[in-house]
């Protein structure tokens, strides 16, 4: 008897069916990496937007309360906003700022709103790259900055230079003289007053001193772009026997211990040591001529092509948008000329802190340009738009948001 045969079942093609599933996993698979693509490239967006708004945020604060004539120029703020968000880009499109709609001036508690947007209504949407296959061909992205003014009595990433402030030089010889009528009054004598507008620095065709030289003459508002000495080379242009303005900031981590070095390198680099208006630091015995040299050069390579640029009071060619941000922009303190350092090592107390943009070394003397005084610390009631010299105290620009 033969056996009895089940019935036979054909098999399915196994292989149809995994290209199938295959291919649906592989879809999925990609749509999430696309998604994924898209949502790195609006981050990135994101992150330039805010890096675009804290940069304008930053200038307009400064424009409005550090650097205008008269701090609380409302349009200055605007105006700068406006040119930073130029200067930078999103998703390699550059960043239009509305100066009315983007950009909010708080006066009275000294601060700048900027807001960065790219958006449908503006028609600046960014674009998408593979959300579009969902139909998402474009996203908005926005973000916001504030930067203010406040006061401040410190600054970090101070130089290791130091120069007498603006006086009343009524014999005009550079030398600070009580005997022959010269006063010092910061707030209406100082660098950064009124008091200099119309001073000029050229008498007969002479040079009429170091720290106020100009081969042109030119009249400038506040001082802001006048050349200044910052460090003489020579002997004859200092106002101390022995001390050629370099002064020794406490040792910062990671720096050179030994003073020569550790001088350069305060020079070339940011030391992270609060520099306090009112305390006493050590001078710098000697001219330093070699760690001087050595140091503002490093500091100069920084951003290396660079110039004043007269006309518009303000520095070309530099790497850093802003030019603001450029490491030569730097901060040096300044003292009261009518109580001058004794020779040697002696301390020697700062009244303010400024900035300068770092020229450069013209025959063995370092020059700078002036910016601005960040303010004016003083030791009891002194003159002011306040009457107590609370509008000349320091102030700092810096982000709250």
């Given at each position: 008897m033969k056996p009895i045969r089940s019935g036979h079942v054909p098999k399915l093609d196994e292989r149809g069916s995994t290209v199938v599933f295959v291919s649906l996993a592989m879809a999925a698979l990609l749509s999430i990496v696309a998604l994924a693509v898209d949502v790195g490239m609006l981050y990135t967006a994101r992150g330039e937007a805010q890096r675009a708004a804290?940069?304008?945020?930053?200038?307009?604060?400064?424009?409005?309360?550090?650097?205008?004539?008269?701090?609380?120029?409302?349009?200055?703020?605007?105006?700068?906003?406006?040119?930073?968000?130029g200067e930078n880009t999103v998703q390699g499109d550059s960043v239009q700022i509305d100066p009315d709609e983007d950009v909010d001036v708080d006066l009275a508690n000294a601060r700048v709103?900027?807001?960065v947007r790219r958006t449908a209504g503006r028609g600046t949407a960014v674009a998408?790259?593979?959300?579009?296959?969902?139909?998402i061909g474009e996203a908005d992205v926005a973000a916001v900055a504030t930067a203010?003014?406040?006061?401040?009595?410190?600054?970090v990433c101070v130089k290791p230079f130091a120069i007498p402030d603006g006086f009343a030089d009524i014999s005009w010889d550079g030398d600070y003289e009580a005997g022959e009528g010269d006063y010092y009054d910061p707030p209406?004598?100082?660098?950064?007053?009124?008091?200099?507008?119309?001073?000029?620095?050229?008498?007969?065709?002479?040079?009429?001193?170091w720290n106020n030289f100009d081969p042109a003459g030119t009249t400038y508002v506040k001082d802001f772009?006048?050349?200044?000495?910052?460090?003489?080379?020579?002997?004859?242009?200092?106002?101390?026997?022995?001390?050629?303005?370099?002064?020794?900031?406490?040792?910062?981590?990671?720096?050179?211990?030994?003073?020569?070095?550790?001088?350069?390198?305060?020079?070339?680099?940011c030391n992270p040591n609060p520099i306090i208006k009112g305390e006493p630091y050590q001078v710098e015995t000697g001219n330093m001529e070699g760690p001087t040299r050595q140091g503002v050069l490093d500091l100069i390579d920084e951003d290396p092509n660079t110039t004043w640029d007269l006309a518009g009071d303000s520095v070309a060619g530099s790497l850093y948008r802003p030019w603001k941000a450029s490491p030569r922009v730097v901060t040096i303190p300044l003292f009261d000329p009518s109580t001058?350092?004794?020779p040697g090592k002696k301390p020697v107390i700062f009244n303010n802190l400024t900035d300068f943009y770092l020229e450069g070394i013209y025959n063995g003397d370092v020059w700078g340009r002036?910016?601005?005084?960040?303010?004016?610390?003083f030791s009891g009631a002194a003159p002011g738009p306040g009457g107590d010299g609370s509008g000349n105290q320091a102030k700092v620009v810096h982000l709250v948001q």
């Open positions: 804290d940069a304008a945020a930053l200038g307009a604060a400064a424009a409005a309360f550090l650097d205008a004539p008269a701090p609380g120029d409302e349009q200055a703020a605007r105006n700068e906003a406006v040119r930073i968000g709103t900027v807001t998408t790259w593979f959300a579009r296959v969902f139909g203010e003014a406040v006061l401040a009595n410190a600054a209406n004598t100082g660098y950064g007053s009124d008091y200099r507008n119309a001073l000029r620095n050229k008498i007969d065709g002479e040079d009429v001193y772009g006048r050349p200044l000495g910052i460090k003489p080379g020579d002997p004859s242009k200092t106002i101390v026997s022995s001390w050629f303005f370099p002064w020794d900031i406490p040792q910062a981590t990671g720096a050179p211990i030994t003073g020569a070095d550790r001088y350069r390198w305060n020079i070339a680099n001058p350092v004794n002036f910016l601005y005084a960040s303010g004016i610390i």
